[in-house]
Each structure stands twice: as C-alpha cells, then as structure tokens.
C-alpha cells in the first residue's frame, strides 16, 4: 500500500507493482478529470521542472513517458544550450549538455498517474485519508535490527467524512505522504524512536504566475533561470511549459524578499534580473492564472539511516524523508531515485527491507542536502551560520560561478552536480579547480 500520490507515491507505487501482486495507492484529494493544482499539493502553482536524471528513471518505468510528455506539449529543453542560467550573479557558459522537462507539476503528476493507474495491479483510492499504522507483534522488542512490530495494514477514513473508518490490511506500507512528517509520529505511536531531524531555517517565500505566450515572443530561450547571491537574495525562474504556457516564479529569502502579489508589484520584483524586453512582453501577455503564494520555512532531513530500530512493513519516501530547498529542482528527482533504489531493494527479497532502502535513501539525498545547504548557508538571512563561513562558502560559490561562466568544462562540472546527473566528482578535477582559483577576488 502507497499513502500519497504525490510524486515520490507515484513513482514508488510503479516500483512496488514489479514485486506484489496487488498494489493501493490511497490519496486523500480526490482528483479532477483535467490538471489542476490540488488541496494537498499546494506547491503545484510554482515552476517544477525535472532534471534529467529524473526523467530517466520515468522512462525507466514507463519507456517512451519522457518522448510521450514532449508530444502532448511538454518541453525538453537543453539546460546550458537553450536555457539562459544565472547562477551567483554569472552565466553559465552555453554548452550543449543537460536536459530539463519543463511542464506543469499538475500536467506531468497527471500523466504519471494515468500510466500508474492503468497498470493491471494498481488500483488508487482517492478521497481516503490515512490515519494511523495498525500493527502485529510486540512493541519495543528486540534490540538492533528491525526485530519486533510488524506494520501490517492501515487505517483509513474517508476524506472530510467524520467517523467513517476501515482498516486496510498490507505486507508493506510505504509513507509518502509529504514533508509533513507523519510516518516518523508513527514509528512513536508503535514504540519506535523517531529519526533525527536535520533542519535549516530559510525562510522562502515563493509568487508564480502563468501566462499564455505565443512561441518566439520570448526570445529563443526556453527558459531563465537567476539564482539569488548573497549580496542580492532574490531570484527567479521563468520556464516555457506545456500548450505555450509559461511560469514565472520569483522567490527570495527572508520577510523582506518575499515576492509581492500584486500584478504590478509582481514583475517589477523581478526588476533587472529580466531582460526589459521579456518583462514588457509578460506584461501584456495574457495571464492563466492569479498569483499564487508558497511559504517554505525550513528544509528538513530525517536520518532514518541512522536508526537502530524500525518496525518492519513500513518505509518512508520522497519529502517524507528529506525536504530539499524547492529553488534547487531536486525534490523530483530525488523521489524519482528514491523509487528506482526501492525497486532495487525489493529485487533482493524482503528481508530487512526498510533498513536496506534507508540506507540507499541517504545515497540519493547526502549530496544534494549538502550543495543546498552550503548553498543557502552563504545567504546572510539564513540564520545559524557564523558570518565568516558565509562569506567563505558566498565567495567559493561566486569564484564557481565565474569559473563557470569563462571555462566549459567548469560549467558541464557544475550542472552535473545541480542536476544530479553523472559523479560531481568533475568538481574536483583539477582543472576545475585551477579555474575556480583564478575566478577567487
Ligand atoms: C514551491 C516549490 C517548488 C518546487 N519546485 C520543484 C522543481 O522545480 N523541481 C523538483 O524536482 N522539485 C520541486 N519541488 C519539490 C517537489 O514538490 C517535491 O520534492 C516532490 O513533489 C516529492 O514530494 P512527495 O511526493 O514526497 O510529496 P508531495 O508532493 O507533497 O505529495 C504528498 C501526497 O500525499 C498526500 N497525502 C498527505 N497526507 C495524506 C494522508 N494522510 N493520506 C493520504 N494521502 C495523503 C498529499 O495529498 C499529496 O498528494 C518544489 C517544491 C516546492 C514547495
């Protein structure tokens, strides 16, 4: 059983369909015949764009998703080549490399769902709200190891209907219900220690718009990305999506740099870090959409790895285990990656199986927790820093950047470590190296 149909269920219920013969994927919103943002996935109005390595491990599970989401008006967009990347205050070196498929979160979790749904043995009950693990074998039993309480099914009531409640038996029970965390309450709830958390305070706040832009108003870029530097800690993203749409999204860190919501006030924060030209086009373009708003407080990772003990028939995924900062991009992939480890795991029987999949969890998650964190660290409004280590990690990400922005090989270096594509071991080539020492002021 799959609690959540977000992207991190979706992807884990295709995984769990290989290996059982029945699988239920139980969503709390009910889902509306065309995409639209839901209740439960409020994050859908914002730019949610997937990496490449994301997009091959969909392709993985459904072979030909990616090449089908392009036809039905999805774009793949070159992520050097076509996209226009300001990162620390450089542009990156236009190089050929790198892929991004910009469409619409509810439009790709649409599409997605569809192909899970009609796999022969998933069903999805919509509209039901999981509300607590039910559980066989004595609590607090055994010492290491994942001996005692086995997760044997959940509860389940149906969505805004009070006193309605069943209980639905299952040999495995996967939480991806989100940041919100509630599988780590569970594993308290049955005698279990919950796992460390990990927080950095941020404080994001996000505005999106879309807009309907005929092709080649914009320019010949599909898409702008400027990232906040320290100096300036506000940034953007404007990404072409699917049907000729477009998503501006303006973000920044700290009360003072949230983005307004007025139409007016809206465009003007993006202010220089447009090109003039793309502002006065989106300022005539017809909008889609009102101003949607997002607060993100704090990115969270839960060291489940690190636990000695855990039940056995229940594993967290997705957000659930680590919620990146959303200006990154990785959160997709990530639960992507995460699906794929899984169907690894279970391919190796189901012994032991939630210690195993944490373990390979923490591989997905170790690098971009720490490029993100190093990264939010060197803005000054994040708070726990010492100055001084901000000012060291704001001027190695602007030597980078520089480097970046003269030398193609330092670009390629750093795109494979944004998008998680290939080893970011090209970080530390020497020549990389070399260049970004030159860029150091
Ligand atoms: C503003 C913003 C922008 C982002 N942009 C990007 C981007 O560009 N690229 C990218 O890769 N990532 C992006 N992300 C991250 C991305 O949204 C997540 O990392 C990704 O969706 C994985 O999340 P998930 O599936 O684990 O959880 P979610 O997407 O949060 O899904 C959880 C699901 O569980 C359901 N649910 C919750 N509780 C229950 C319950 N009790 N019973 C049943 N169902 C329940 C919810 O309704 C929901 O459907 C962004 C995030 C934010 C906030």
């Not at 609590?139 to 009070?162: Q, Y």
């Amino acid at each position: 059983m799959v609690l959540g149909a977000g992207i991190a269920g979706l992807c884990s219920a295709r995984a769990l369909s290989g290996h059982f013969d029945r699988v239920t994927l139980v969503e709390r919103d009910a889902f509306e015949s065309a995409p639209a943002v839901r209740r439960g996935v409020p994050q859908g109005a914002h730019v949610h764009s997937l990496t490449a390595a994301g997009a091959e491990v969909l392709d993985g599970f459904f072979p030909g998703l990616v090449a089908e989401l392009v036809r039905a008006g999805g774009t793949f967009a070159g992520a050097l080549d076509e996209l226009d990347i300001v990162f620390f205050g450089s542009r990156l070196r236009q190089v050929p490399i790198g892929r991004v498929l910009q469409t619409s979160r509810p439009f790709l979790e649409g599409q997605l769902r569809e192909r899970v749904a009609a796999l022969p043995n998933v069903s999805l009950r919509q509209g039901f709200e999981a509300t607590a693990p039910i559980a066989a074998g004595p609590a607090r039993a055994g010492g290491a190891g994942s001996s005692g309480v086995r997760v044997s099914g959940v509860r389940l009531s149906r969505a805004g209907v009070a006193g309605s409640s069943e209980d639905l038996a299952a040999d495995l029970v996967l939480d991806a219900m989100g940041r919100a965390g509630r599988g780590a309450a569970w594993l308290r709830s049955l005698g279990y220690p919950a796992p460390a958390e990990r927080r950095l305070r941020v404080d994001v706040g996000y505005a999106s718009r879309r807009f309907q832009v005929p092709p080649g108003v914009l320019g010949a870029a599909k898409g702008v990305l400027v990232g906040a530097t320290p100096a300036r800690p506000r940034g953007l993203v404007l990404t072409q999506q699917e049907n000729d749409a477009w998503v501006l999204s303006l973000y920044g860190f700290g009360l003072e740099n949230h983005p307004p919501q007025t139409p007016e006030e809206f465009l003007a924060f993006a202010g220089a870090m447009l090109p003039a030209a793309t502002r006065k086009a989106l300022a005539v373009a017809e909008p889609l959409t009102g101003i949607s708003a997002f607060k993100y407080p704090d990115c969270v990772r839960r060291e489940y790895h690190r636990l000695r003990r855990v039940p056995e028939g229940l594993v967290s995924v997705g957000d659930a285990v680590c919620s990146l900062n959303p200006i990154y991009g990785a959160g997709m992939t990530v639960a992507a990656l995460e699906a794929r480890a899984l169907a690894r795991c279970l391919a190796d029987g189901p012994e032991g199986l939630p210690r195993r999949f944490y373990r390979e969890a923490a591989r997905a998650v170790r690098l971009p927790w720490l490029f993100s964190t190093m990264a939010d660290r060197a803005m000054p409004q994040v708070p726990g820093t010492h100055p001084a280590l901000a000012r060291l990690l704001g001027r190695a990400f602007g030597a980078t950047m520089r480097a970046a922005a003269a030398d193609d090989r330092v670009a390629i270096s750093v795109w494979n470590a944004v998008s998680l594509s290939g080893s970011p071991a090209g970080l530390a080539h020497p020549r990389v190296t070399a260049a970004v020492i030159r860029h150091w002021s």
